[in-house]
């Protein structure tokens, strides 16, 4: 069946699960012919097409390796052959929404078996394409599936779970009043008659001091006119922080663990030390079974208020044929107990010469875990603080302004259009854009821009940063999830849930070490039971529960996750935005980097760099030239127009005004007829340049600048020469990964000419330019045929194939969204230096799992074998359980510090306060004697500040020094 080349439709795709899933979606259909345009939406797994033949598409995404169907809702309006889907219905509730899936909370996980046997409840649900569980988090991301039947196949297996909703908007509303104001009857009735004139379909109730309202009026209004009439109000805020909430909990959870590690500690130290001290009797003697039948029970009810949890979990493991730590605490620790009870009830069916009970141990191993585990909660939240902190970066209330006055309402609150009210030192609560004032805004926390920006009318604000000067007003752009300080968090909680390559093998060890380890227990309990020194019984408890209690798997299952945590966390601060752990692990193996010129190494804007005159003044020259190019459309016209209001001139009006397409414009300004163009309008006018002008323009020109020639009245006036200025910090960036022993390649689509000129001012060996999209794409297609890791850095629609094809793709945080959509990891800004900080990170993150791991796994291998009496006939001593548990405890707490040495992670950073600087050629001066400094990253000066930002290792001294020999005076800055 055809259908028209025009007509648009839309396609389900079955089988996508990432962003190269997407790029050869779109290329396999833009190959076809007719085929004007199309757009795979990942979360909704359709494509929207326009052009070409329906059956060729659905055949072409076919034999790409995914299913595809068509989707109509208007099915009578286009007859067609093929199965039609209709739209999938709508939750029953609302669900937070995360790449191409959704977030599920699990209560109860506590070691890497656990993780396990989650993602194996979730992945066998229907639908389900992908699942990944966070331990640290305690939280999964789902893609497909039912929600509800993903959540209850979780609890099935015996773990709480729940959907993790968001924020409903809605018109309900919660207001405060002075409790003076409602303590007599009249004054409420006040209040109702007032919301029924206010609007009088609203519907009010007052419920303990709290008023329910829901209201179409403007919350900003509400509040406007309830403050005219005497009765001050606010709202209550509707929306909870959650990581506040987290941070409570967490808070809670360390509490429980010290309350349940001191009875615990208090009972098993006390019974240890009587029983050392001989203050303890037989139970063969008068009253020493009762003695220790109460001994018994007393410890069996600190077990059930210090280890409950553990009891319970591995029972609901057992239900389901399954182990976890649950499960090794409960045998080694029930086990003590029981086997001394047994003792205590039949000693005359035992051989009591020399045995030991275990009630002391039995208490004291839930001592040190609770204690371990309260440590271990505690380095965990603090993992958790760098996202919680972007998510502070916003405040919770604006200031509203409407036609009556303005209010302040909780953000929660605002709608699409509102205006907000700024003043000197608030932070921006939302995003939008500036309607009315001018002022600096402070954006370093979010885009790692150090200086403040200038904001305008018609400029945009980002929620989260700081308006540093001035009055400004803005209406709000985007609400919610929408913002850019919500997308950046979005990202980062990605990337958290996500697991790398390396974390997998977790999960393969963790399917089969539980059993593994009861097996050695059972094995131990045995062989020494069989074999060992009278008395036997003791010894053979002693290594059956140390094993046990010695392995559980926790180090083992926090080894990746928090790590990664961390990991992500500190390169989000780092203005460094991972996707995806697979983003995290390709970036630390990366031998090359492509990167585009314009944009990324360049400003991206061309501006004047050198002026020639003569016959004129510089002065009158410009102007004559400023007053034609005013009314040019020509590219750079509006960087010859920059130049002359940075320079304070005026340009007159201009007639005659004459474009010759692709040589030159003309004009007559005060009468005098002025020519700009290139060097083919000179050659047309039939005007040779003098043996000065024309040594400095092959200079020029060789150094790949852009020549206008300026001409007045038939005779040449004046020579302007553009450029595209290399960034401040391209040179210090480009070092810093030849550093890290990545190899910079220069893919561009400019001329050849200012491409090499730019890949010699930076040291780059391999450069390639004036090339088409599709040939940046083959550029790293065949430096990974020869068996390279390769990095692509972009900002525009023309590098998105190239960022989808590279192992890892960067996308400039100032570029468009398709390239930032096709990338790994988004750089928030436009600095390449970050590239450099992204794949330093990411080496530090993968070296601190594979340090966790080694950890983890030498652990268990020392430490099990030592439980199990392996040592003993050199050492003559077996290794006490209650020794066991703290081994345990203290392993789960190195792996939790040794992870959060990443955030720490990051270059130093020095700033100077450099006097003596007076123009734009001063900077250069200064930056270029600081970039010229070993170990010096990069550096930003800014002239009007007087100061200078320097990343990297060297010495403060030597930065001094440096400025100090270029001519001018510098300090560092308190």
Not at 305 to 315: M, Q, T, V
Not at 824 to 832: A, K, M, N, Q, R
Not at 843 to 866: E, S
Request: net charge negative; aromatic share 4%; with cysteine.
């Amino acid at each position: 069946m055809n259908t028209k080349s025009e007509s648009s439709y839309r396609l389900s795709i079955d089988g996508m699960s990432c962003q190269h899933c997407v790029a050869s979606v779109e290329k396999a259909v833009t190959a076809l012919p007719g085929v004007s345009r199309v757009a795979v939406d990942l979360q909704g797994a359709s494509a929207e097409v326009t052009g070409g033949n329906l059956d060729e598409v659905l055949s072409a995404v076919r034999e790409a390796g995914y299913d595809a169907e068509l989707i109509r809702e208007d099915v009578a309006s286009i007859p067609v052959s093929l199965p039609v889907l209709q739209p999938a219905p709508t939750a029953p509730r609302p669900v937070v929404k995360i790449e191409g899936g959704y977030q599920l909370a699990v209560q109860d996980m506590t070691c890497a078996s656990c993780v396990a046997a989650v993602e194996r409840a979730i992945n066998a649900v229907p639908g389900v394409t992908q699942a990944a569980v966070n331990l640290v988090e305690k939280r999964a991301q789902v893609v497909g599936g039912s929600p509800e039947a993903v959540a209850q196949a979780v609890i099935d297996q015996g773990y709480g779970a729940y959907l993790v909703e968001s924020q409903a908007q809605s018109n309900q509303l919660q207001l405060l009043f002075n409790d003076q104001a409602l303590d007599q009857a009249t004054q409420q009735e006040a209040l109702e008659r007032l919301f029924t004139r206010l609007d009088p379909q609203a519907s009010f109730e007052l419920k303990a001091s709290l008023w329910h309202l829901q209201t179409s009026l403007h919350p900003a209004d509400l509040l406007i006119e309830l403050e005219q009439q005497g009765y001050p109000a606010r709202f209550k805020e509707r929306y909870n922080d959650p990581y506040a909430e987290e941070a409570a909990a967490a808070a809670k959870e360390i509490r429980r663990s010290w309350q349940r590690a001191a009875l615990a500690g208090v009972v098993g130290v006390g019974l240890m030390a009587a029983e050392m001290t001989g203050n303890t009797p037989l139970v063969t003697a008068p009253g020493g079974q009762s003695y220790w039948l109460a001994v018994a029970i007393i410890c069996l009810l600190v077990m059930r208020f210090s280890g409950a949890h553990y009891y319970l979990g591995a029972l609901k493991q057992l239900k389901h044929r399954s182990a976890n730590m649950d499960t090794l605490i409960a045998l080694g620790t029930g086990s003590a107990w029981l086997s001394s009870l047994v003792i205590v009830l039949q000693p005359e069916g035992m051989i009591l010469q020399g045995e030991k009970l275990y009630f002391d141990a039995s208490v004291l191993i839930l001592a040190f875990l609770q204690l371990g585990h309260g440590l271990e909660t505690r380095a965990k939240r603090t993992t958790s603080e760098a996202v919680g902190s972007l998510v502070g970066l916003a405040p919770k209330q604006a200031d509203v302004v409407r036609d009556r006055g303005s209010a302040s309402i909780p953000v929660s609150l605002l709608s699409i259009g509102d205006l907000i009210q700024l003043r000197p030192g608030d932070r921006i609560p939302i995003d939008g854009e500036v309607v009315e004032g001018v002022s600096s805004v402070d954006e370093a926390m979010l885009t790692g821009e150090s200086l403040p920006q200038k904001k305008q009318a018609g400029d945009p604000l980002i929620g989260g940063s700081v308006n540093r000067s001035g009055q400004l007003r803005f209406k709000v752009t985007r609400l919610g999830e929408e913002t850019t300080l919500a997308h950046i968090i979005a990202m980062v909680r990605q990337a958290q849930m996500s697991k790398p390559e390396i974390g997998r093998l977790v999960d393969k060890v963790s399917a089969v070490f539980v059993p593994v380890v009861v097996l050695i227990a059972v094995a131990a309990f045995i062989v020494w039971l069989l074999v060992g020194p009278t008395p036997p019984l003791s010894y053979a408890l002693t290594a059956g529960i140390a094993v046990l209690v010695i392995a559980c798997p926790c180090a083992l299952g926090l080894a990746t996750p928090i790590a990664i945590m961390v990991g992500t966390s500190r390169a989000a601060q780092m203005n460094v935005l991972i996707r995806n752990s697979d983003g995290l692990q390709s970036a630390s193996r990366l031998t090359h980097l492509v990167v585009d010129k314009t944009g990324t190494l360049t400003q991206g804007a061309p501006k004047v760099t050198e002026v020639y005159a003569e016959n004129l003044p510089q002065g009158e020259m410009l102007a004559l030239a400023g007053a034609v190019e005013a009314v040019s459309s020509h590219p750079l016209a509006e960087a010859i127009l920059d130049h002359l209001g940075q320079q304070g001139i005026e340009i007159a009006a201009v007639t005659d005004f004459h474009n010759h397409e692709g040589l030159g414009v003309e004009g007559r300004v005060d009468g005098k007829l002025v020519q700009l163009g290139g060097s083919q309008y000179l050659k047309q006018l039939k005007i040779t340049p003098s043996e000065p002008f024309q040594h400095a323009a092959n200079q020029q020109s060789a150094e790949a600048g852009s020549l206008v020639w300026v001409v007045v009245e038939g005779q040449l006036s004046g020579l302007l020469v553009l450029r595209d200025p290399l960034r401040n910090d391209s040179a210090g960036a480009v070092k810093s990964l030849q550093d890290q022993g990545v190899e910079v390649i220069i893919c561009s689509g400019d001329n050849h000419r200012a491409v090499e000129a730019v890949a010699e001012s930076l040291g780059i060996n391999q450069a390639h330019s004036e090339l088409l999209p599709e040939q940046k794409l083959e550029v790293v297609k065949s430096l990974q045929q020869r068996g390279n890791r390769v990095g692509m850095v972009g900002d525009g629609v023309n590098d998105a194939p190239a960022l989808a094809q590279a192992d890892t793709g960067f996308a400039i945080g100032s570029g468009t969204d398709v390239a930032i959509e096709h990338a790994d990891i988004t750089l928030v800004g436009d600095s390449l230096r970050n590239v450099s900080t992204a794949i330093g990170i990411s080496r530090a993150t993968i070296r601190n799992i594979k340090q966790n791991l080694f950890g983890a796994f030498v652990y268990n291998m020392i430490g099990i074998p030592m439980a199990a009496g392996l040592l003993y006939p050199v050492t003559g001593w077996l290794l006490p359980p209650m020794f066991a548990s703290v081994a345990m405890a203290m392993s789960s707490v190195t792996v939790v510090v040794n992870a959060n040495r990443l955030r720490f992670y990051g270059p130093m950073t020095t700033t100077l306060k450099v006097t003596g600087m007076t123009c734009p050629h001063c900077v250069n001066n200064v930056q270029k004697a600081l970039l010229g400094v070993p170990g010096v990253d990069g550096a930003e000066v800014a002239l009007e500040e007087g100061t200078a930002v320097v990343h990297g290792s060297a010495q403060a001294t030597s930065l001094v020094q440096a400025v100090v020999d270029a001519g001018y005076a510098a300090e560092t800055e308190a």
